[in-house]
């Protein structure tokens, strides 16, 4: 129960820094950057200007959350009907409490290009800290799953597509704000990328040593790092060795190489930057819960 509590305000936490990025930075400059954010704000130019924002947002989601029911099952309803619900309903507090400028008229100069940065370190945590937990903020990526399921579009192909019409769109509108509407979601999408992948960054370490016994016992003692050794035979030479495989921290680097050349300074050793490292054993403070 307690777990479930913790994802659950994880995925709070992320849409309402997703709200905050939309309603204080996107809104009030009018900035694009696609998904049902961008079709709301693209529909507020065409209805007076005390319109509430998160009565056009309520119904978009709504649409849109009865699609996924009907295209893509109920699972995907239940995954997506928390967050879908909730972003409507803190615009709406927020309208109701705090006008959308309070921020922004604080700049006094860069604002759009501010506003377009801030937006999309803000929304892209968020919707990194919801993806993380296997949820989604629902809206246009309704229409993406419905494409990649039953047009077999690619998921990314999908979401390029559909966020590229709705920026195009609001370049007839405003082509100068549809362009800062792109660095912001440039931004989002980077963002994203990082805080949605669960394991630390790390690298691995490729080494090819005839001393792989003495070697395997140092990491294991300086450096208390695990490794897998496997055999491998030379191109040119047609020797047989072992290699070891040992995936470390950037910290860890410098030790490692300490290690290498202190026991085999003929090792032949390469790295590879790991975008995603987890598991019991690699992150050591797991060890010690």
């Given at each position: 129960?307690?777990?479930?509590?913790?994802?659950?305000?994880q995925?709070?936490?992320?849409?309402?820094?997703?709200?905050?990025?939309?309603?204080?930075?996107?809104?009030?400059?009018?900035?694009?950057?696609?998904?049902?954010?961008?079709?709301?704000?693209?529909?507020?130019?065409?209805?007076?200007?005390?319109?509430?924002?998160?009565?056009?947002?309520t119904?978009?989601?709504?649409?849109?959350?009865?699609?996924?029911?009907?295209?893509?099952?109920?699972?995907?309803?239940?995954?997506?009907?928390?967050?879908t619900?909730?972003?409507?309903?803190?615009?709406?507090?927020l309208?109701?409490?705090?006008?959308?400028?309070?921020?922004?008229?604080?700049?006094?100069?860069?604002?759009?290009?501010?506003s377009?940065?801030?937006?999309?370190?803000?929304?892209?945590?968020?919707?990194?800290?919801?993806?993380?937990?296997?949820?989604?903020?629902?809206?246009?990526?309704?229409?993406?799953?419905?494409?990649?399921?039953?047009?077999?579009?690619?998921?990314?192909?999908?979401?390029?597509?559909?966020?590229g019409?709705?920026?195009?769109?609001?370049?007839?509108?405003?082509?100068?704000?549809?362009?800062?509407?792109?660095?912001?979601?440039?931004?989002?999408g980077?963002?994203i990328?990082?805080?949605s992948?669960?394991?630390?960054?790390?690298?691995?370490?490729?080494?090819?040593?005839?001393?792989?016994?003495?070697?395997?016992?140092?990491?294991?003692?300086k450096?208390?790092?695990?490794?897998?050794m496997?055999?491998s035979i030379?191109?040119?030479?047609?020797?047989?060795?072992?290699?070891?495989?040992?995936?470390?921290?950037?910290?860890?680097?410098?030790?490692?190489?300490?290690?290498?050349?202190?026991?085999?300074?003929?090792?032949?050793?390469?790295?590879?930057?790991?975008?995603?490292?987890?598991?019991?054993?690699?992150?050591?403070?797991?060890?010690?819960?």
């Amino acid at each position: 129960m307690k777990k479930k509590l913790w994802i659950f305000g994880q995925i709070f936490f992320g849409t309402c820094l997703v709200v905050i990025g939309f309603y204080f930075f996107l809104l009030p400059t009018k900035l694009v950057t696609g998904g049902m954010m961008g079709i709301s704000i693209i529909f507020s130019y065409f209805v007076p200007e005390n319109f509430p924002i998160s009565l056009i947002m309520t119904i978009g989601y709504g649409v849109l959350l009865f699609l996924g029911l009907f295209f893509l099952g109920k699972q995907f309803f239940i995954r997506t009907i928390f967050s879908t619900v909730l972003t409507p309903l803190l615009t709406f507090i927020l309208e109701l409490t705090i006008p959308n400028d309070y921020f922004t008229n604080m700049i006094t100069e860069g604002r759009f290009l501010i506003s377009s940065i801030v937006s999309g370190l803000l929304i892209g945590c968020g919707i990194g800290i919801v993806v993380r937990k296997n949820a989604t903020t629902g809206g246009i990526d309704v229409l993406q799953n419905i494409l990649h399921k039953y047009c077999k579009i690619p998921f990314s192909i999908a979401m390029y597509m559909l966020d590229g019409l709705i920026i195009f769109g609001a370049m007839f509108i405003n082509f100068e704000l549809a362009l800062y509407g792109v660095i912001s979601m440039i931004i989002c999408g980077i963002v994203i990328d990082n805080i949605s992948i669960e394991g630390k960054v790390g690298y691995t370490a490729f080494i090819i040593t005839t001393e792989y016994e003495k070697l395997r016992d140092a990491i294991f003692l300086k450096i208390d790092r695990g490794l897998t050794m496997v055999k491998s035979i030379g191109g040119y030479s047609d020797l047989e060795r072992k290699m070891i495989i040992c995936t470390i921290t950037s910290m860890e680097i410098y030790a490692l190489k300490l290690v290498v050349n202190e026991t085999d300074p003929k090792a032949f050793v390469f790295y590879v930057r790991t975008k995603e490292a987890y598991g019991y054993g690699f992150n050591k403070e797991e060890l010690n819960k």
